[in-house]
């Protein structure tokens, strides 16, 4: 027969037990759960990156196709990548392209040529493409009212 101490030190031996259990538990689900936003927070980053390349090259291709002297300036591009209000849940991004021209390269209507001086007759014109991935915080419990997240990639680019 088992006495009462015994008894007694098995029971404070399974509660100190199954409380060592139950703090490793927490342990590990906050640390999942930050791994978790981090990963989050770095899919978002690295997807507004690849937009802001693909912004980038889309621009210049634009810009190339484009016929400077008879048509309108091309100096900025918004589009919105997801469904359309999705970047207001966090779900999506808004991309914002500015161009700004440089040299002499009779654009139609520019109001943003930035100087002639720095061009030769070899490169006539050169373009500043300035892009802009906004997003949110898909971790923001408040996501409606949470600010927006902004990657910028800016690129001197010949044409």
Known sequence: MISNNRRAFSLLVAIFVMVIM????????????KILQNTTAQYQREQA?????????YAIMAIMSNDRVNTTCLDKIEAEVGESGSSDRGEGYRVR???????????????NVLSSAVT???SPLNV?????????????????????ITYHRRTLQKI
Do not use: H, R
């Open 22 to 33: 139950s703090s490793v538990s927490i342990l590990v689900m906050s640390l999942s759960s």
């Open 49 to 57: 990156i690849l937009l802001a390349k693909s912004y980038t090259e």
């Open 120 to 122: 030769t007759p070899q």
């Open 97 to 111: 392209v500015s161009i700004a021209y440089i040299g002499d390269a009779n654009v139609a209507g520019c109001t």
């Open 128 to 148: 500043l493409i300035n892009v802009y991935v906004d997003y949110k915080d898909i971790n923001n419990p408040n996501i409606s009212n949470s600010q927006w």
